[in-house]
């Protein structure tokens, strides 16, 4: 990935985070009128052809790998090219985003030793095929507990209640990784996740009405999962940036491919557990129209949008993102409004 400027990098982090923001809100609707009024309630299912889909960046890795493979030029001008672009990719660091050539004294031959260790050693420590597919294998189990926990207290809560609560992440993350060194710990945030933490305070206390409590008499349950979604999602947060740092060291593409894959091979069998315990029983969607809405749900409402979410918390940081992300509860209560006629 090209280098951009620091200041750059958080602005476009946080305009891919805004379009995440309105894909998951009208993803979370797609889902609650799934589990509601079209009753397919298979929480686990939804996650697990969602999360699927990420083996199609496995593709589009392959075959870019075999296009430059084949339009490569010879072997010394390919090292001489990755040296230039590693020596760009430390200098371009700055406001201006301009390379100071001063500190270069042969590219062809290697990078200055004025050049920052630390960067250097960043460049110089981008992950392999094999510990990419390992990362995305290693996180696939947390990333569908958090996603799940998530799509399943759609059945039984609203999707503002679901997004507040799942906002609280930024308690979590700002624990994690204060702990991991990823966050700094300082009043202003600590503010900011309170804030946030109210919301949650404010559901259990005045969020659910009679209305509510007729039409949706497990809400509490909604709410607990939702809660603890946003526990999964600030560490695995966390530990994502922790473990890759910059998004230059990461294949992002390969990175994603390796989740959805590992996906499909690990987590098969719960199908099997959840169908025999009675819990979620196997059934596929019985019209054209669900299949449609499931399907643009996976393309959009996760192949896109958490490749998105990965790009602006890399970018950024776990805690901006995840404070940020607090925006779905207002669009997520104007949605209810609209949509449900609540008040």
């Known amino acids: 990935m090209a280098a951009i400027p620091t200041p750059a990098r958080h602005t476009v982090g946080l305009f891919l985070l805004l379009g995440v923001v309105f894909i998951w809100v009208a993803s ?38 075999v296009w430059k493979s ?60 094999r510990e990419t597919i390992l990362l995305g294998t290693s996180f696939c189990g947390l990333w569908f507990a958090a996603n799940v926990t998530q799509n399943a207290s759609l059945a039984y809560t609203t999707v503002a209640n679901s997004s507040i609560l799942c906002s609280t992440s930024g308690l979590f993350t700002l624990i994690i990784g204060a702990a991991a060194g990823v966050e700094t710990f300082n009043g202003m ?90 819990i979620e029983t196997f059934r596929l969607p ?13 393309l959009i409402g996760t192949f896109l949008s958490d490749y998105l979410w990965l790009l602006a918390m890399l970018m950024t940081s776990p805690l901006v993102v995840t404070l940020g992300l607090s925006l779905t509860i207002p669009l997520s209560m104007a949605g209810d409004i609209v949509f449900k006629g609540l008040s």
């Open 28 to 65: 979370s609707f797609l889902v609650s009128n799934l589990f509601g009024k079209l009753e397919y309630n298979r929480p686990f299912f939804i996650t697990y052809l969602n999360t699927s889909t990420f083996s199609l960046y496995l593709v589009g890795a392959y075959a870019s790998r």
């Open 189 to 278: 945030r600590l503010a900011a996740v309170l804030v946030s933490v109210l919301g949650v305070y404010s559901i259990m206390k005045f969020g659910t009405d009679e209305a509510t409590s007729t039409h949706m008499p497990l809400s509490w349950l909604g709410d607990m999962l939702a809660l603890l979604s946003a526990a999964l999602y600030g560490c695995y947060t966390t530990l994502l940036k922790r473990r890759i740092g910059d998004e230059s060291r990461l294949d992002t593409p390969l990175f994603f491919g390796a989740v959805g894959l590992a996906n499909i091979l690990l987590l098969w069998p719960g199908f099997i557990v959840l169908h025999y315990t009675g």
């Open 286 to 298: 019985h019209s054209g129209s669900m299949w449609l809405m499931i399907i643009v749900n996976a």
């Open 70 to 129: 084949r339009h490569s030029t010879k072997p010394a001008q390919r090292k001489r090219s990755r040296s230039d672009d590693n020596t760009a990719l430390l200098l371009a660091d700055n406001t201006s985003g301009e390379v100071d050539t001063s500190v270069v004294t042969n590219t062809s031959d290697g990078v200055s030793s004025r050049l920052g260790r630390a960067r250097l050693e960043l460049i110089q420590s981008k992950l392999s095929v």
